[in-house]
């Protein structure tokens, strides 16, 4: 008898609870959920587990739908649909439950808001339906309800619902309990994140949560300053130093116990704050209130081995921040230990050199070796990262060895968006191109290997590059290398080759195979017919191909084979390829015509388009006759934009690390990257390649400077080795164990060491830094930048710090090894029309705008100002229109154009050049 | 600021799955189906870092449960790390000596405590404590609750 009481008694628990028991690790060896995994975890296939389910979800279908399941049932069968749905099944049918059972339950089924949160997407309609729960929730009295209401609210919530409950979670931020508040203000931020708008009257209540008591709460409220900071730095320069106390009291252990992570204080509250630091300090003296605490966490970050992810953001905002250069020292030291580092997750922050580089490429070199060996590591990410970073150093003297290891990195990459990224940057590149045949050659393989993945623009941009050279006879070679290059592809199988190349191949035939003066165009003509019958052959290609035969008119035999292709295509069914059809036929029987439509030695002759749409006249007027606003140009509209807000902010002076610090960040366009490598002091211009005495220079410079004066001869020799002398290279042997004995890295052989010495030595040829005139290394200066470079001369600009004041230093600089008996630099103007100035302004892209206040003394101030400008910078007017002023200002071969417009007393001037730094120059000219 | 949070074991098998932004069920399954494949043949000794598309993915092995976590652009990818490392910690708190069996029965559980931990992809609380208070909290209120509910009415 007692024997069945024990029994029923142990039974009893899991009678009641059909769930496991809340807070224990077991197993629930009955539950249904349990079962149910038990069940697949049994089945072998794919398609048992599927029936399994599918009867499943039929069972739970069922259950939910009944009016007798109870609560706690209902619950249990959510937990099952959330499992099914995690497996892939559709569960569809049990949402509208959930947001019921979430609406009607008490607090034992508010956890059902999971299963909601898990179901429901952002934008599901049946959110709607929820809206009203949560709001009574977020006014429960009970804690766990308003928590839950606040974690939802976070997860997933419509957009334009947020006003309906806005107020009461503002209203939470005064919640006497620490945990509300600081979920209220995380669910601020989502909010702040999809509707911005809407948040913006409370921003001084977050500056409120910033001052909270609690630590907690203070950094949830960083996520939305972090935020706010990230769109707008300006306006929050004011909050700087109270992130540097606060940071402050972190670093030096301040705070609760609490907070600690493994004994490391508070390292999310941490990371956000030196993230915020590098956002104001960017390109602003207010860095110097940080470099304190900057220094400090570093120091104590470098104690405890474990935390390299603070130093790592310390490193990153050292760099980004006005640069100091005791700092910056360190900041290189802690880089160097990383990649130094054998934890593999270290060298992967090798992509951190980056910044280094950026600074001084000199501090590149020493890590030379590990470059090397991180690009032959089996981590085929690390490579990558290392790929990354030879990008960013990349010049023409190292172009070719760098390409190289891309492409074969692209050809064992499976990855559609690596290869698609790798393209784009060999594609960049290659326009640091030492020779046709290369150029030619690497763009090939790019449109081989980039197949129809490739960015648009990629082709688009050879095409005209190809098109637009400068000078008539190198544009020949190239454009007779492009053809004969195409037509050796072409008679080989060219069924393998992408659409988008075919399509390059059919444009460049078209447009110069008659270059090759002992090509028929037949030949060309029977080539490009076999594109047509291929099958692989898409119908955009074949509309290319059509135009290329078009182009091509021949006579004789190939002409029936046009004739017969005109006649299969002008029936097709796709418009396009019907009307390129049509006009081959009609061209080709017509060479007159075809002559005049199509004229061959005009082809690189623009079209003439008439720009100012004048047949669209008569539209226009009608248009504002009817009531229509009329057009404004952008940079007005711009301009009127910003005429509504007062900007009270000085301007900093920040030429040079804007620069620096936007090439750091974003992924580089090619007029970043062509001044990056500017800075790393390679003044050789496209036109001089070839010339080996400047070539030698850059490198003499570089290994001079840097005390590894041993490995001169052997750099400058480095390009030439591959090819070369074995004789040579046993000499280097000395060299290069020397240079070893600096690495701690053992070495392997001599034979495979000297392999690395020499892709070294080609990848890191032409890294130095801008040399500075010896008068001003002794006063603390900004980075050099160079201006321009015409051929031995460089023109570099610097800003100087001096006793009390900063003074823009505009120095030219000899960089060969000749004494120059006299320079003469003239500031040329020259006259330029409306029309061309307006060409121009649309073609240069550095924009910069600035407020110029006007000279009063008795004359119009217009003209008075614009006098002294004149004077000053040299100017040319062009023309003075009502109340806009087009002046245009030319320094030697690099053009730099003004535009003034008078408005509220001021000068509004916007400055636009091709060289970025000249326009930032000026202006500082000007005031 | 973290976009995902995905829990799978050797076999490919998912085990938890949050999404901190709207995501629609087509690129779920398939940002699933990609990360398993690109995670799970991951030589050891290899690092915890890889690219996907724009994001950065930061992953790690826990016994037989790989955390894999999708990070925006400028996020430290170390402290990804250090939070993957956190959670399996608070996670281990709350069960004793976790294993994948405990986050597959009770997963419901696994979620709770990721959403005390984690809010909009945000670290929220870092206190084991306290992570652990609010579970408590929360579960006697359920247990409360549910021994009411089951007594006869009088």
Redesign the interface.
Known sequence: MSDVVEKTLTALPSLLSLDSQPGSAKLSSNSKLGNLIRGITELTSKHEEEKLIQRELLLIKEQVSSPNTTMRQMKELMVRAIYCEMLGYGVSFSYIHAIKLAQQGNVLEKRVYLAVSLFLNEGHELLLLLVNTVLKDLQSTNLIEVCMALTVVSQMFPKDMIPAILPLVEEKLNHPREIIRRKAVLALYKFYLIAPNQVQHIHNKFRKALCDKDPGVMSASLHIYLQLIQENPEGYKDLAPSFVTILKQVVGGKLPMDFNYHSVPAPWLQIHLLRILSLLGKNDQTSEIMYEILDESLRRAEMNHNITYILYECVKCIYTIHPKSGLLEKAAKCIGNFVLSPKINLKYLLKALTYVVQQDPKLALQHQMTIIECLDHSDLIIKRETLELLFRITNDQNVTVIVEKMLDFLRISEDDHTTIDLVGKVAELAEYAPDNEWFIDTMNTVFSLGGDLLQPDIPNSFLKLLSEFDSVEEDKKLRLFAVNSYISLLQGDSSKLPQRFLQVICWVLGEYSHLREDLEPGVVVRLLAKLLDMKSSSSETKCWVLMAMTKLCPGGAALALVHDVSETYSSSLDTMLRQRAQELQILSQDSELQAKVLPRSASMEPVEVDSSLSFLDGFVSEALAAGAAPYKPPHQRQEELSRSKLNLEPYGLSLPISISSCSITDRQSPTLLSISSGLSGDSTDFSHKGSTALKLDGVKRLWGRDGYLAQKEQTEEAPRIEAASAVRSADQLGDNNALNSQTPNPTPSPECDQEKQQLASSLFVGLASQSTPAELSALSHSKVTLLFSKQNLDVSACHVQKEDSVVLVVFISNCSDSFLHQIRLQVDSEELETEEYGAMWLAFSHDTKQNLTLIHDGRDPLAATLDVLKRKLQLHVVEIIVEAIVACCLQQDQPCLMHCRMHAGMLAVWLRSPVPDLPDCLLYCCQ | MLRFLLLFNRQGK????KW?V????RER?KVIRDMIMLVLPR?P??????????LKIVYKRYASLYFCAGLEE?D????A??VLH?YVELLDK?????CE??I??????A??IL?EFL??G??????K??VNV?M????T???T??EY??KPAY
């Open positions: 998912l085990r938890l799955q901190f709207p995501t629609s069920d399954k030589q000794r290899t690092c915890n870092f890889l690219r996907w598309k724009d400028q430290n990818e170390l402290l790390l250090e956190r709350y069960f004793g000596n976790v069996l405990d597959i029965f009770n997963f419901e559980k979620y709770f959403d809010m909009g945000e670290v929220l609380e870092t206190s404590f306290a609010s408590e909290q929360a579960d209120l359920q247990e609750m549910e509910m089951s």
